[in-house]
């Protein structure tokens, strides 16, 4: 058993809830909010305990891991006091807002014997499973050329002040707008490709804030980008672009492109998402050949996307997920850093694979002060295995 704590109850600590029962050797020791109110209403929704201060929490000689789900703001700070105090920490991405800040965590975590851990854990799922065996298994042959999409759709002109989280708690989309687009979603992405695929070496990138009126009002904070592309260069010759938006109609799908052939992933926030296969020179499933017929005999393309391909096999786990689009099992992430400690290991988004991912996804959302080409300066050596984490 480990004791964790979560430090923040805000919208996102509801997925956390909804998903710890998948896991029960996680113990949860209490939480807490510096907002009372925010407090009163987690607490008293879960019925777990209500530490009265930070300190408190990394005082408490139960709590090993402790869980940052506070604003990206506030993450150096919070995972700064819980290192320094002796508790392993889980940070909800991104590990900080600066590059000099996230490495300082990661050379305490490591200076200290510590693991620093962080989210999004999505890239644990039995879909990315399944791309990964059949990427190691070379199935579609050399990965050449990676298409993934983090469109969020234009949430902006939707009735996102009305949304409630299973406790209550309001959805924070003025601040996801002031974050942008790319801090928010685009390590969801980045997940799955440096986990498939290893370290990057460069990345190309723009953003730009295209829709600058959100409804924020006269006075607000100004906003992050709601646009924004990079083309990364992996170290493994693998090159990806990636998009990240909060305009244009939702996709979290990704495409792999091989020298042999091609997968598709239906939606990278599902646990369980479609998977399709298609291998170069092998015969088409009907379906596809089908539908390539009656568009060829009606003189036009159907009105409705197919996946060509054959599907491949995911596993149907049992796990309690969020209800959609959210169908990540968020504390999955935790639960393979507990195991990793208790097997004095490190997981693999931990250390530098978690500072990486940091570095990339504020390469990318800097882009539209200094666009270009970066360089990155962090990285990852040690090897891992394909088909797992």
């Known amino acids: 058993m480990t004791g964790i704590a979560l430090v923040g109850t805000g919208f996102v600590a509801d997925y956390y809830m909804t998903t710890l029962p998948n896991h029960p050797d996680l113990v949860l020791r209490g939480a807490y909010d510096r907002a009372p109110a925010q407090m009163e209403r987690f607490s008293s929704f879960y019925m777990v305990r209500a530490y009265a201060t930070l300190d408190e929490v990394i005082g408490d000689p ?40 996230a490495e300082a965590l990661v050379e305490l975590a490591s200076r200290h014997g510590l693991v620093l851990a962080a989210a999004p854990a999505n890239a644990i799922s039995t879909a990315h ?17 990676v298409y993934a999409e983090m469109e969020d759709g234009a949430v902006f002109r939707d009735k996102w002040r009305d949304w409630r989280s299973r406790s209550g708690a309001k959805w924070p989309g003025l601040h996801e707008f002031e974050i942008g687009c790319t801090l928010e979603h685009a390590g969801y992405a980045l997940a799955w490709l440096v986990s498939l695929f290893g370290p990057v070496e460069t990345v190309t990138a723009f953003s ?32 990806a672009r990636l998009t990240s938006g909060l305009s244009a109609p939702r996709d ?46 009606l003189g036009r393309a159907l009105p409705f996307r197919h996946t060509s391909g054959r599907r491949l096999a995911v596993t149907k786990a049992k796990r309690q997920l969020p209800h959609y689009p959210s169908r990540i099992d968020f ?44 360089r990155l300066r962090s990285t990852f050596n040690r090897s891992f295995p394909a088909a797992g984490l």
């Not at 195991?339 to 959302?365: C, M, R, Y």
């Open 331 to 374: 504390c999955g992430g935790i639960a393979a850093q507990a195991n990793a400690i208790v097997e004095g290991k490190s997981p693999f988004f931990s250390g530098d694979v978690a500072l990486h991912i940091t570095e990339i996804a504020l390469a990318l959302s800097n882009a539209g002060k200094e666009p270009g080409t970066y």
């Open 208 to 239: 730009a804030l295209a829709f600058p009126d959100k409804g924020q009002g006269k006075g607000a904070p100004p906003l992050g980008p709601d646009f924004s592309v990079g083309c990364l260069n992996f170290r493994s010759g693998t090159v």
């Open 129 to 145: 499973r399944a791309v990964a065996d059949a990427v190691a298994a070379n199935a579609i042959g050399m990965p050449r050329l």
């Open 252 to 297: 979290r799908s990704m495409t792999i492109l091989g020298e042999k052939g091609a997968m598709h992933v239906r939606d990278l926030w599902d646990y369980h998402s479609a998977v399709h296969i298609e291998r170069a020179g092998e015969p088409k499933p009907l379906t596809d050949r089908l539908i390539a017929r009656l568009e060829h005999e």
């Open 62 to 101: 139960e709590v090993a891991i402790v869980v940052n789900l506070t604003d990206p703001e506030s993450h150096y700070d919070v995972s700064r006091r819980a290192l320094e105090a002796g508790k392993h920490v889980y940070s909800e991405k991104p590990l900080a807002m600066r590059i000099e800040e």
